[in-house]
C-alpha cells in the first residue's frame, strides 16, 4: 500500500509541479523530502528534483499559513488584551489574562485547522524542520541538477546552500568545480532564497555607487522596513531571530544623507547604530565628526522603531539566560536559590550613551609608530619591538573605544583584498600622509584589526 501511495505521489510530481495546498494535506514536505533523498540514494536524478522542489514549496506553504495564523491571531490577542481591570483585584486579573490566553491558543488552533485542514499531520521531526531552515535540500539539489547537466540550477543550488552554509567545505569544492566548467558565468550565482531586505539593501549599495543618492536613501529605508517585518515573521514561526548586525558595515547611508543635506537623519542614523552595536570604533568615530559639525548632541536619539526593537531584544535576552541558568538540572538538582530568583524581571533598559567622546581626539598612533609598522609591513617581518607595538596599540584600541579587536594582518600590498572577519572589520592606515586614520578599504598601508 505504501510503495501504491509512493508512486502515486510521484507520478503527480511529474505531471505538474504545482505548490503544495491543502488539496494533499497528508503529503507534507517531510514526506517529499524522505522521498527525494531515496531517489537521491537511488540515482534517479529527475526524480530526485521533483520530490526535493516539491518540498521546499510545501515547506513554504507551511511556513507562510502558519505566519498567517499568527498574525491574525496576534491581532484579536491584543485587541481582547485591552480590557480595561483597573477596578479588579489581583486573582481577577490573572484569571482574566489566563482567559485571553486560552481565547488565543484556540483561535491559532481553529486557524491552522481551517487553512491546513485537520487531515494534516503535524511536523514529526523538528530536525527536519531545521533542515530545511538551514537549506539543505539545495545541497541535494546541486548534485541532482549537475547528474543531469544542468550547470546553471547546479550553481544555483549550490550558491543559494553556501549563503546559510558559507563553511561547507564539500559545497565549497563542488561551486569551484562549477565554475570551471565550460559555459559558466557569474549571473548563475543565485541565491534562490533571497530576503526581501537583502534585494533592496543590495539596490541601494548599487545606487551608493552610481551616485543616485535619492534612490539610494530609499531603498536603504526600505530594507529596514523589510527587515523588522522578516524579524516580526520569524518570531510568529518560533525562529531564532535575524542578526541586526546584517546591515553593520561602512554605512554608506549615512554618507548619503549627509549628502542631501539631512543633518537630522544622520544624526539618528548613528544614534540607531550605536545603540544597536555600541563596539563599532568607526560609528564612533562618526559620531565625534558630526557632533563637531552640527554641534548639538541633543540631535543624535535613536528612533523610537530601534528604541523598540533594542528594549525588546535586551528583555528577551535576560528572560532567555533566566531560563538557561536557572532550570539546568545536574545530577537531577536544580541550582541553589538565589534571590533574584522571586524578583521580578527587571526592565529597565538604559539607551543613554555614556560614551566618552573626548579620549578618542587625540591621535591614535604616533607618526613613529605608523613608521615602525609600516617598516614591518613592507619587509613582510616583525621585531619583537614591534610585535610589542602591535599588542600595545591594539589594546589602546580597545581601551578607547570600548570594544574588543583581534589583530588579522599588518600590509603595503596594493592588492590587498577586504578581509574576512565574522562581523566586521577595522582598517586603520600608517601611511605617514593619514596615519591612524580608519579607512574602508585597505588600499594603502594598513593595519587590519576583526572587531569581535
Not at 565549497?172 to 562549477?178: R, T, V
Not at 561602512?250 to 544614534?271: H, K, L, S, Y
Not at 557632533?291 to 531584544?313: A, G, M, Q, W
Amino acid at each position: 500500500m505504501h510503495h501504491t501511495i509512493y508512486l502515486f505521489i510521484l507520478s503527480q510530481l511529474l505531471i505538474d509541479l504545482v505548490i503544495c495546498t491543502s488539496e494533499e494535506p497528508e503529503v507534507t514536505f517531510e514526506k517529499l523530502y524522505k522521498y527525494g533523498k531515496i531517489e537521491y540514494t537511488k540515482g534517479n536524478w529527475n526524480d530526485c528534483i521533483a520530490f526535493f522542489l516539491r518540498s521546499i514549496e510545501d515547506f513554504d506553504y507551511f511556513v507562510e499559513e502558519n505566519v498567517w495564523c499568527r498574525e491574525k491571531c496576534a491581532r484579536e490577542h491584543k485587541i481582547n488584551g485591552q480590557t480595561e481591570l483597573e477596578d479588579a483585584g489581583k486573582d481577577i486579573v490573572e484569571i482574566a489574562m489566563m482567559y485571553a490566553n486560552a481565547q488565543h491558543a484556540l483561535c491559532l488552533f481553529r486557524c491552522k485547522n481551517d487553512r491546513l485542514t485537520s487531515m494534516r499531520p503535524p511536523v514529526n521531526d523538528p530536525d527536519v524542520f531545521e533542515e530545511f531552515q538551514a537549506r539543505r535540500p539545495y545541497q541535494y539539489l546541486q548534485i541532482c541538477y549537475w547528474k543531469q547537466k544542468d550547470l546553471a540550477s547546479a550553481v544555483r543550488s549550490a550558491y543559494t546552500y553556501l549563503v546559510a552554509n558559507p563553511k561547507d567545505q564539500e559545497t565549497l569544492d563542488n561551486l569551484a568545480f562549477y565554475m570551471e566548467q565550460d559555459g559558466y558565468h557569474e549571473d548563475m550565482l543565485i541565491d534562490a532564497r533571497q530576503m526581501k531586505y537583502e534585494a533592496s539593501y543590495m539596490r541601494g549599495v548599487k545606487a551608493y555607487n552610481d551616485g543616485d543618492w535619492q534612490l539610494c536613501v530609499n531603498e536603504f529605508e526600505t530594507s529596514v522596513k523589510q527587515f523588522f517585518d522578516e524579524e516580526q515573521k520569524c518570531r510568529h514561526i518560533c525562529e531564532d531571530k535575524l542578526n541586526w548586525e546584517t546591515f553593520d558595515s561602512a554605512n554608506p547611508e549615512i554618507t548619503i544623507i549627509v549628502t542631501m543635506n539631512r543633518g537630522r537623519d544622520v544624526c539618528e542614523a548613528v544614534a540607531n547604530s550605536i545603540l544597536l552595536n555600541p563596539s563599532n570604533p568607526i560609528m564612533r568615530r562618526n559620531r565625534l565628526f558630526y557632533s563637531k559639525t552640527y554641534r548639538s548632541d541633543d540631535l543624535f536619539k535613536p528612533s523610537d522603531e530601534i528604541i523598540e526593537f533594542h528594549k525588546r531584544y535586551a528583555i528577551e535576552r535576560l528572560f532567555l539566560e533566566f531560563v538557561d541558568e536557572r532550570f539546568k538540572f545536574e545530577n537531577n538538582e536544580l541550582p541553589a536559590e538565589r534571590v533574584d530568583d522571586r524578583l521580578p524581571l527587571d526592565t529597565t533598559i538604559p539607551i543613554n550613551d555614556d560614551f566618552d567622546y573626548s579620549a578618542i581626539e587625540k591621535d591614535l598612533f604616533t607618526e613613529g609608530e605608523c613608521s615602525a609598522l609600516a617598516i614591518a609591513a613592507i619587509f613582510e617581518t616583525k621585531t619583537a619591538q614591534q610585535k610589542q607595538l602591535l599588542i600595545d596599540l591594539s589594546d589602546r584600541i580597545a581601551s578607547r573605544y570600548r570594544t574588543r579587536i583581534l589583530y588579522h594582518s599588518l600590509t603595503c600590498s596594493p592588492d590587498t583584498t577586504a578581509p574576512k572577519c565574522p562581523h566586521h572589520s577595522l582598517i586603520v592606515s600608517i601611511d605617514r600622509s593619514s596615519c591612524g586614520t580608519f579607512l574602508t578599504d585597505p588600499n594603502s598601508c594598513v593595519l587590519i584589526f576583526c572587531v569581535e
